[in-house]
T-cell receptor, first 115, second 114 residues
Framework: SAVISQKPSRDICQRGTSLTIQCQVDSQVTMMFWYRQQPGQSLTLIATANQGSEATYESGFVIDKFPISRPNLTFSTLTVSNLSPEDSSIYLC????????????FGPGTRLTVT | KNQVEQSPQSLIILEGKNCTLQCNYTVSPFSNLRWYKQDTGRGPVSLTIMTFSENTKSNGRYTATLDADTKQSSLHITASQLSDSASYICVVSQGGTGFQKLVFGTGTRLLVSP
Protein backbone atom coordinates (compact mmCIF):
# COMPACT_ATOMS: atom_id res chain seq x y z
CA SER A 1 0.00 0.00 0.00
CA ALA A 2 1.06 3.58 -0.59
CA VAL A 3 2.44 5.62 2.30
CA ILE A 4 1.10 9.16 2.26
CA SER A 5 2.33 12.11 4.27
CA GLN A 6 0.72 15.52 4.61
CA LYS A 7 2.12 18.81 5.80
CA PRO A 8 1.17 20.53 7.97
CA SER A 9 -0.68 18.10 10.21
CA ARG A 10 -2.63 20.98 11.71
CA ASP A 11 -2.71 24.76 11.57
CA ILE A 12 -4.60 27.70 12.97
CA CYS A 13 -5.04 30.50 10.46
CA GLN A 14 -6.60 33.92 10.50
CA ARG A 15 -9.58 34.79 8.43
CA GLY A 16 -8.69 36.13 4.98
CA THR A 17 -5.35 34.34 4.74
CA SER A 18 -4.54 31.16 2.78
CA LEU A 19 -3.13 27.77 3.69
CA THR A 20 -1.26 25.43 1.37
CA ILE A 21 -1.29 21.73 2.22
CA GLN A 22 1.28 19.37 0.78
CA CYS A 23 0.73 15.70 0.00
CA GLN A 24 3.69 13.39 -0.67
CA VAL A 25 3.42 9.72 -1.67
CA ASP A 26 6.23 7.21 -1.41
CA SER A 27 5.56 5.77 -4.87
CA GLN A 28 4.18 6.90 -8.21
CA VAL A 29 0.41 6.69 -8.24
CA THR A 30 -2.16 7.02 -10.95
CA MET A 31 -4.64 9.26 -9.20
CA MET A 32 -4.56 11.80 -6.39
CA PHE A 33 -7.65 13.25 -4.76
CA TRP A 34 -8.41 15.93 -2.18
CA TYR A 35 -11.24 15.53 0.32
CA ARG A 36 -12.74 17.71 3.01
CA GLN A 37 -14.20 16.38 6.24
CA GLN A 38 -16.18 18.98 8.15
CA PRO A 39 -16.79 18.43 11.86
CA GLY A 40 -19.13 15.49 12.39
CA GLN A 41 -19.59 15.02 8.65
CA SER A 42 -18.56 12.44 6.10
CA LEU A 43 -15.81 12.98 3.56
CA THR A 44 -16.59 15.13 0.54
CA LEU A 45 -14.50 15.03 -2.61
CA ILE A 46 -13.13 18.45 -3.52
CA ALA A 47 -11.25 17.57 -6.69
CA THR A 48 -9.11 15.12 -8.59
CA ALA A 49 -5.54 16.35 -9.00
CA ASN A 50 -4.35 15.71 -12.55
CA GLN A 51 -0.67 15.56 -13.30
CA GLY A 52 0.38 18.32 -15.64
CA SER A 53 -3.08 19.76 -16.14
CA GLU A 54 -5.84 21.55 -14.27
CA ALA A 55 -7.61 19.69 -11.49
CA THR A 56 -11.13 18.37 -11.97
CA TYR A 57 -13.42 19.97 -9.39
CA GLU A 58 -16.64 18.58 -7.94
CA SER A 59 -19.84 20.56 -7.86
CA GLY A 60 -19.65 23.30 -5.26
CA PHE A 61 -15.86 23.63 -5.34
CA VAL A 62 -14.02 26.15 -7.53
CA ILE A 63 -10.42 26.67 -8.53
CA ASP A 64 -10.23 30.20 -7.16
CA LYS A 65 -11.03 28.97 -3.67
CA PHE A 66 -9.16 25.62 -3.83
CA PRO A 67 -6.25 25.86 -6.29
CA ILE A 68 -4.50 22.52 -6.72
CA SER A 69 -1.17 21.61 -8.23
CA ARG A 70 0.23 18.24 -9.20
CA PRO A 71 3.66 18.65 -10.77
CA ASN A 72 4.52 14.92 -10.76
CA LEU A 73 3.16 11.47 -9.88
CA THR A 74 4.11 11.61 -6.19
CA PHE A 75 3.25 15.14 -5.05
CA SER A 76 0.30 17.50 -4.90
CA THR A 77 -0.71 20.66 -3.08
CA LEU A 78 -4.09 22.04 -2.11
CA THR A 79 -4.46 25.70 -1.21
CA VAL A 80 -7.48 26.92 0.70
CA SER A 81 -7.78 30.62 -0.12
CA ASN A 82 -9.42 33.59 1.55
CA LEU A 83 -10.11 31.60 4.67
CA SER A 84 -13.30 31.93 6.69
CA PRO A 85 -14.38 30.03 9.82
CA GLU A 86 -16.54 27.80 7.60
CA ASP A 87 -13.33 26.40 6.10
CA SER A 88 -12.39 24.85 9.42
CA SER A 89 -12.20 21.17 8.53
CA ILE A 90 -9.88 18.25 8.06
CA TYR A 91 -8.42 18.11 4.56
CA LEU A 92 -7.32 14.69 3.34
CA CYS A 93 -5.20 13.65 0.43
CA UNK A 94 -6.05 10.30 -1.13
CA UNK A 95 -4.27 8.29 -3.79
CA UNK A 96 -5.59 5.64 -6.10
CA UNK A 97 -3.57 2.70 -7.32
CA UNK A 98 -4.72 1.09 -10.54
CA UNK A 99 -2.35 -1.82 -9.94
CA UNK A 100 -3.98 -2.50 -6.56
CA UNK A 101 -7.39 -2.91 -8.17
CA UNK A 102 -8.24 0.77 -7.82
CA UNK A 103 -7.86 0.78 -4.05
CA UNK A 104 -7.78 4.22 -2.49
CA UNK A 105 -5.49 5.11 0.37
CA PHE A 106 -5.84 8.16 2.57
CA GLY A 107 -3.29 10.44 4.13
CA PRO A 108 -3.38 11.39 7.82
CA GLY A 109 -5.19 14.64 7.13
CA THR A 110 -4.56 18.28 7.91
CA ARG A 111 -6.72 19.83 10.60
CA LEU A 112 -7.40 23.47 9.78
CA THR A 113 -8.91 25.90 12.25
CA VAL A 114 -9.79 29.39 11.06
CA THR A 115 -10.17 32.12 13.67
CA LYS B 1 -30.21 10.48 -4.63
CA ASN B 2 -27.07 8.45 -3.94
CA GLN B 3 -26.77 8.08 -0.19
CA VAL B 4 -25.11 5.91 2.42
CA GLU B 5 -26.68 5.80 5.86
CA GLN B 6 -25.09 4.24 8.91
CA SER B 7 -26.43 3.24 12.30
CA PRO B 8 -25.99 3.68 15.11
CA GLN B 9 -24.33 7.10 15.08
CA SER B 10 -22.35 6.14 18.15
CA LEU B 11 -21.90 3.08 20.30
CA ILE B 12 -20.22 2.26 23.60
CA ILE B 13 -19.32 -1.34 24.42
CA LEU B 14 -17.23 -3.10 27.02
CA GLU B 15 -13.87 -4.50 26.05
CA GLY B 16 -14.19 -8.11 24.92
CA LYS B 17 -17.78 -7.77 23.72
CA ASN B 18 -18.95 -8.07 20.12
CA CYS B 19 -20.83 -5.45 18.16
CA THR B 20 -22.42 -4.97 14.75
CA LEU B 21 -22.58 -1.77 12.74
CA GLN B 22 -25.14 -1.25 9.99
CA CYS B 23 -25.01 0.42 6.59
CA ASN B 24 -27.85 1.02 4.11
CA TYR B 25 -27.20 2.50 0.69
CA THR B 26 -29.08 3.75 -2.33
CA VAL B 27 -26.07 4.22 -4.62
CA SER B 28 -26.58 3.25 -8.23
CA PRO B 29 -24.97 1.81 -10.21
CA PHE B 30 -23.23 -0.19 -7.51
CA SER B 31 -19.59 -1.22 -7.93
CA ASN B 32 -18.31 -2.20 -4.50
CA LEU B 33 -18.73 -1.50 -0.82
CA ARG B 34 -15.90 -0.69 1.55
CA TRP B 35 -15.57 -0.36 5.27
CA TYR B 36 -12.93 2.01 6.61
CA LYS B 37 -11.66 2.57 10.14
CA GLN B 38 -10.71 6.13 11.04
CA ASP B 39 -8.82 6.75 14.24
CA THR B 40 -9.08 10.22 15.74
CA GLY B 41 -6.74 12.57 13.92
CA ARG B 42 -5.87 10.02 11.26
CA GLY B 43 -6.98 9.24 7.74
CA PRO B 44 -9.36 6.33 7.00
CA VAL B 45 -7.81 2.88 6.63
CA SER B 46 -9.49 0.22 4.51
CA LEU B 47 -10.80 -2.85 6.35
CA THR B 48 -12.71 -4.70 3.63
CA ILE B 49 -13.89 -4.31 0.05
CA MET B 50 -16.80 -6.35 -1.30
CA THR B 51 -18.12 -6.57 -4.84
CA PHE B 52 -21.66 -7.40 -5.90
CA SER B 53 -21.02 -11.14 -5.88
CA GLU B 54 -19.47 -11.30 -2.41
CA ASN B 55 -21.69 -11.55 0.64
CA THR B 56 -19.08 -11.85 3.38
CA LYS B 57 -15.45 -10.92 3.89
CA SER B 58 -13.27 -11.07 6.96
CA ASN B 59 -10.19 -9.18 8.09
CA GLY B 60 -9.06 -10.55 11.43
CA ARG B 61 -11.71 -9.75 14.01
CA TYR B 62 -13.69 -7.71 11.48
CA THR B 63 -16.32 -9.44 9.34
CA ALA B 64 -18.34 -7.54 6.78
CA THR B 65 -21.51 -8.80 5.12
CA LEU B 66 -23.29 -7.53 2.04
CA ASP B 67 -26.86 -8.11 0.86
CA ALA B 68 -26.98 -6.53 -2.58
CA ASP B 69 -30.71 -7.26 -2.91
CA THR B 70 -31.69 -5.24 0.15
CA LYS B 71 -28.72 -2.86 -0.25
CA GLN B 72 -27.54 -3.46 3.27
CA SER B 73 -24.17 -4.18 4.80
CA SER B 74 -22.95 -4.84 8.30
CA LEU B 75 -19.59 -4.83 10.02
CA HIS B 76 -19.22 -7.24 12.92
CA ILE B 77 -16.40 -6.77 15.39
CA THR B 78 -15.54 -9.77 17.53
CA ALA B 79 -13.89 -9.67 20.96
CA SER B 80 -13.48 -5.91 20.90
CA GLN B 81 -10.26 -4.26 22.04
CA LEU B 82 -9.58 -0.76 23.30
CA SER B 83 -7.78 -0.06 20.02
CA ASP B 84 -11.04 -0.64 18.14
CA SER B 85 -12.24 2.75 19.44
CA ALA B 86 -12.60 4.74 16.22
CA SER B 87 -15.09 5.85 13.60
CA TYR B 88 -16.15 3.21 11.10
CA ILE B 89 -17.16 4.51 7.72
CA CYS B 90 -19.16 2.66 5.09
CA VAL B 91 -18.30 3.72 1.55
CA VAL B 92 -19.96 2.67 -1.69
CA SER B 93 -18.25 2.96 -5.06
CA GLN B 94 -20.48 4.14 -7.83
CA GLY B 95 -20.06 3.38 -11.49
CA GLY B 96 -18.21 1.05 -13.82
CA THR B 97 -14.54 0.33 -14.36
CA GLY B 98 -11.57 2.33 -13.21
CA PHE B 99 -11.69 4.84 -10.39
CA GLN B 100 -15.26 5.31 -9.38
CA LYS B 101 -16.89 8.03 -7.35
CA LEU B 102 -17.00 7.14 -3.66
CA VAL B 103 -20.10 7.91 -1.61
CA PHE B 104 -19.32 8.11 2.09
CA GLY B 105 -21.52 7.44 5.08
CA THR B 106 -21.23 9.70 8.12
CA GLY B 107 -19.73 6.90 10.17
CA THR B 108 -20.40 5.12 13.44
CA ARG B 109 -18.28 6.30 16.35
CA LEU B 110 -17.34 3.29 18.49
CA LEU B 111 -15.94 3.59 21.98
CA VAL B 112 -14.63 0.46 23.66
CA SER B 113 -14.36 0.95 27.38
CA PRO B 114 -12.30 -1.14 29.79
Amino acid sequence: SAVISQKPSRDICQRGTSLTIQCQVDSQVTMMFWYRQQPGQSLTLIATANQGSEATYESGFVIDKFPISRPNLTFSTLTVSNLSPEDSSIYLCSVGDRVANYEQYFGPGTRLTVT
Amino acid sequence: KNQVEQSPQSLIILEGKNCTLQCNYTVSPFSNLRWYKQDTGRGPVSLTIMTFSENTKSNGRYTATLDADTKQSSLHITASQLSDSASYICVVSQGGTGFQKLVFGTGTRLLVSP
